[in-house]
């Protein structure tokens, strides 16, 4: 019999890296006889979206609500779960709305409800670490299966749980280095002899971008020729650019906002800046090291993020000139070579993958079978 997954992202944008984890693995979980919708916090227009209803998935949207228990959204859920007949409830989103999917799921029965960490606990602030204490055992108690991304992810908030790990896997030979792709991109944006420091992240709060910039200025002031190019986009966007004008780096900075040739970007940089405050296990990072280059990123990632010995973490309190310092004295000679064979020893290439959301899954119908008849 068909099992029916309904998977719950907060959206399917191109450069949400939860939804990238996960639609890396999901036409495998097709192909293995599931069938797959989505509950988003928001729609987005992204080729996501119509890549998956082309595929017979549907796209529900979570009812917006300022009350933290929402009788209207319990109903919601409750409705679509029933009327929809989901025996896997998958859920990657955190706080309020993964406890509300979650505790929906439990009381309509749902036999396997999945709580997918992809960060560790949030302490960043006395707000989110609230709402991670009020919050995080609610969703694990409510789930009967835990995922995550990286051990260290886990620990901070499963508990003493049995989890799985589901590798935040990519395409490598995408990613390859291309000296071809370099050489194009640097002559039509005016970096042929440019030392491109690249940025690949949502701008926002937990990407540390005022600390970014701060180290890029840093950079331009040890190397003219610098220039920064950043991919992405986020709710922080016009602070940036502001402040980077401000520091007068505003003309050496490309902000391209969010991108799907950033696989062709990677080869076009010379080093990855990503001083991220918390994350799980950065799929940037993993893309970046199979194009072969030089990685520099702080001390609160996940050292299971380094693969191939390009991944560099620096303390975030050593300050923006250390930073720059370490940079240019370790990648400015660096000469590129792919390292896509690393990243698939290391178990990080979909294709070698693919089939591992769908085996969890099996797994977890399983063990709820054997329960259920003990």
Known sequence: MEENVLIALS????????????????KSVIEKGYHVDFLVLKRVNSEREVAVVNLGSKIY?????????????????????????????HVNIPYHNGRAV????????VPVRIYHVHCPKREDSFKT?????VYTPCCVNNATDYLSCSHLAASTLFGKKEYHILHNAIEAKKFEFD?????????????DNAFVVGAVCRIDKLKNPFFLIDTFGEIKKRESSAKLV??????????V????????LIGDCIFLGSRTDVNDWYSAMDVLLFPSTLEGLGMVLIEAQASGLMCYTSKNVSKETDLTGLVHFVDLGEGAPKWAETILKQAK???????????????????????????????????RHKEKNL
Request: aromatic residues 8%.
């Open 179 to 191: 000296e071809d792709k370099r050489n194009k991109l640097r002559n039509t944006y005016g970096l």
């Open 230 to 239: 950043w991919l992405g986009s986020g709710d922080l966007d016009e602070q």
């Open 241 to 248: 650019k502001q402040y980077t004008k401000e520091k007068g």
């Open 11 to 26: 959206s399917l944008a191109i450069n949400n890296g939860v939804a990238s984890c996960i639609m890396n693995y999901y």
């Open 102 to 109: 979650l505790k929906a799921a439990k009381s309509s029965g």
């Open 333 to 367: 000679d660096y000469r590129r070579v792919s390292r896509i064979k690393e990243v698939t020893e290391a178990g990080y290439n979909i294709d070698s993958l693919k089939d591992d959301l769908g085996s969890i899954y099996g797994q977890c119908v399983m063990l």
């Open 129 to 133: 670490k609230l709402k991670s204490d």
């Open 61 to 89: 949207v979570l009812p917006e609500s300022e009350k933290l228990i929402s009788k209207s959204k319990n109903e919601f859920l409750k409705n679509l779960i029933r009327e929809n007949g989901y025996s896997i409830v």
